[in-house]
């Protein structure tokens, strides 16, 4: 059985590679115009978890009329097919045209600028928002520490060995979720930011729980909790999309010495954060997630 698995696992990934590397050849005009052909299939004919996009929609957003959860909803799926095909330019792209599609702010530079002089390493917590990929890739590209993601290996080995060279074409440095404190330590002497994905799903008994897009949330622990041990200064990313195909990474710092901030004050300044993005430009979050699929335990108070 195993081995039906990989070979499938294989097949998947040989018939896929030839598509994905045509794909991130295409100059950006052609790209975008496959692009607008996969958001007519993907909305109008497959509709992938539409359901799931518009009642995530209605409960974010329980102020707006069905026409405009729609127009949301319209705009989010148009960014969606945008996002992975972008994704996929990685492989090919120049450095002189990623740092042209996706700029570092000054003030963000500024911050990280000065914790690379302080030798202070740094951890950045974001969300799935606006194009992560290409903000890891610019991070590296421009700033003197090093970056590391904490990421989740995908369960396809061949594909996660495509996205593994694709993320770490640049030198962005990859941690896997179950490593993170571990490699964390090893990594302490140098001078580093490592970047925490903070918006997914975790087990409802081990969650953090709070109020977020008008619905009880809960929120993996694991990045406040690090960033006690570790105290090292957080700092809050943003990636605006400026228009197709344009981004500016923004930078806020949240916590200079997180061991000295009270229980869930972390979790509630970040999950806080990147609401205030989502309601700016809603489109640009993964409303397909199905975020809030646990309920609150009884026990778990809201933060």
């Not at 896929?16 to 590397?21: D, N, R």
């Not at 409960?59 to 127009?71: G, H, L, T, Y």
Request: proline residues 5%; hydrophobic residues 40%; positive net charge.
């Amino acid at each position: 059985m195993p081995y039906i698995g990989y070979f499938m696992q294989g097949l998947i990934y040989y018939i896929s590679l030839p598509f994905i590397y045509f794909l991130s050849l295409l100059p950006f005009p052609v790209l975008y115009r496959v692009c607008d052909g996969f958001y007519f299939v993907l909305y109008y004919v497959v509709g992938y978890r539409k359901n799931v996009a518009m009642q995530n929609l209605r409960n974010a957003f329980p102020e707006k009329s069905e026409a405009e959860i729609k127009r949301m909803c319209k705009d989010f799926y148009h960014y969606l097919c945008d996002l992975f095909p972008e994704t996929f330019k990685t492989l090919t792209i120049s450095r002189s045209a990623m740092l042209k599609h996706c700029t570092l702010s000054p003030q963000a530079k500024e911050i990280f600028d000065r914790y690379n002089q302080e030798g202070k390493s740094i951890i950045l917590v974001m969300g799935h928002y606006g194009n992560w990929e290409w903000a890891g890739n610019t991070f590296s590209l421009t700033c003197k520490q090093k970056l590391f993601v904490v990421y989740h290996p995908l369960a396809n080995k061949y594909l996660n060995g495509l996205m593994y060279r694709m993320r770490t074409r640049f030198g962005t440095g990859l941690i896997a979720m179950r490593e993170t404190y571990k490699d964390m330590v090893k990594y302490k002497s140098i001078t580093s930011a490592t970047a925490f994905i903070a918006d997914q799903t975790p087990m409802p008994e081990n969650a953090i729980w709070t109020s977020f897009l008008n619905q009880d949330t809960p929120v993996f622990p694991g990045t406040e909790k690090i960033a006690k041990k570790m105290n090292y200064p957080i700092v809050y990313i943003t990636i605006k999309r400026l228009k197709r195909g344009y981004y500016t990474i923004l930078a806020e710092l949240l916590s200079e010495e997180p061991k000295n901030t009270a229980d869930t004050e972390i979790t509630t300044l970040h999950t806080a954060r990147l609401e205030k993005d989502i309601r700016e430009q809603p489109e640009l979050w993964l409303w397909t997630h199905k975020r809030w699929k646990h309920k609150r335990p009884a026990e778990k108070s809201i933060v």
